[in-house]
């Protein structure tokens, strides 16, 4: 008898719902402390005068920067069925210059759940994307995360 599995109608229940969104003004001194704070000495992300005689006419953010722009709470707590958790990582897609004056509106939402067999046993893989859009209602970037969580194995006796 296979054994069941551990995604539950609950949990499915949460696919596709978006956090409550967050709206961050990208202010320029925020983006040259980022950009400093990472050591990118871009000037288009740094220098004025650079940035506006560049590609963007102002100064733009460099990518990391959205690690710092956070989604609104989720609308319910997801219900973990494991107490551990891993960082399955993170991928961007970017589709905008996020620019010294831009209103960005942040979302999240878990769009995928599967689980899988592993030395850890039962892993469950939940995958959110987060999406980044400018006042213009143009999707900037997404991110999709990975976390995995997965229970404690029991060791033999």
Known sequence: MPDESVISNEMRAHLDVES?????DVEKGAVIKFAQAIGDSNPLFQDETAARNGPYGVIVAPPTFLRSLIA?????????????????????????????GDRI??????????????????????TAETRYVNQLGQLA????????SYATPVEEE
């Open 72 to 100: 609104g709470e989720a609308k319910s707590e997801f219900p973990r069925p494991f107490p551990n958790n891993l960082d399955g990582g993170s991928e961007y897609e970017f589709f905008q210059p996020i620019r010294v």
């Open 141 to 148: 970037a997404t991110q999709r995360t990975t976390g995995i």
């Open 105 to 126: 509106t942040v979302t999240k939402a878990i769009v995928e759940l599967t689980e899988r067999q592993g030395r850890l046993g039962t892993m469950l893989f939940t």
């Open 20 to 24: 409550d969104p967050i709206t961050y």
